[in-house]
């Protein structure tokens, strides 16, 4: 079975950094793009950073950008998603999805066909 499996998350405080992972089985993922999203309670899921196939071309939600870095191992089937000096309102569940997109760069949020089932970051003030 084609699974997205997310790790790495915790609780930090303020400032502090975490790396997240995202395992992927059951599949190749050929010519997907792999992105992170995530979702605080009773907030809608939001978009935070998605990297191409070859890992040359990546793109970040304002909120993130120059905090956070995705970078993914292609033999190894992994994204990663290493977060810098985080702050209170990054907590929420993160999500690993690939998408299969092939248009305008970035994918459509509705373009991603595979998902994770989330790991919780928690970051403290």
């Known amino acids: 079975q084609v699974q997205l499996v997310e790790s790495g998350g915790g609780l930090v405080q303020a400032g502090g950094s975490l790396r997240l992972s995202c395992a992927a089985s059951g599949r190749t993922f050929s010519g997907y793009a792999m992105g992170w999203s995530r979702q605080a309670p009773g907030k809608e899921r939001e978009f935070v950073a998605v990297?191409?196939?070859?890992?040359?071309?990546?793109y970040y939600a304002d909120s993130v950008k120059g905090r956070f870095t995705i970078s993914r191992d292609i033999a190894k089937n992994t994204v990663y998603l290493q977060m810098n000096n985080l702050k209170p309102e990054d907590t929420a569940v993160y999500y690993c999805?690939?998408?299969?997109?092939?248009?305008?760069?970035?994918?459509?949020?509705?373009?991603?066909?595979?998902w994770g089932q989330g790991t919780q970051v928690t970051v403290s003030s």
């Open positions: 999805a690939a998408s299969s997109w092939d248009g305008n760069w970035p994918p459509l949020q509705s373009s991603y066909e595979y």
């Open positions: 990297i191409n196939w070859s890992g040359g071309i990546t």
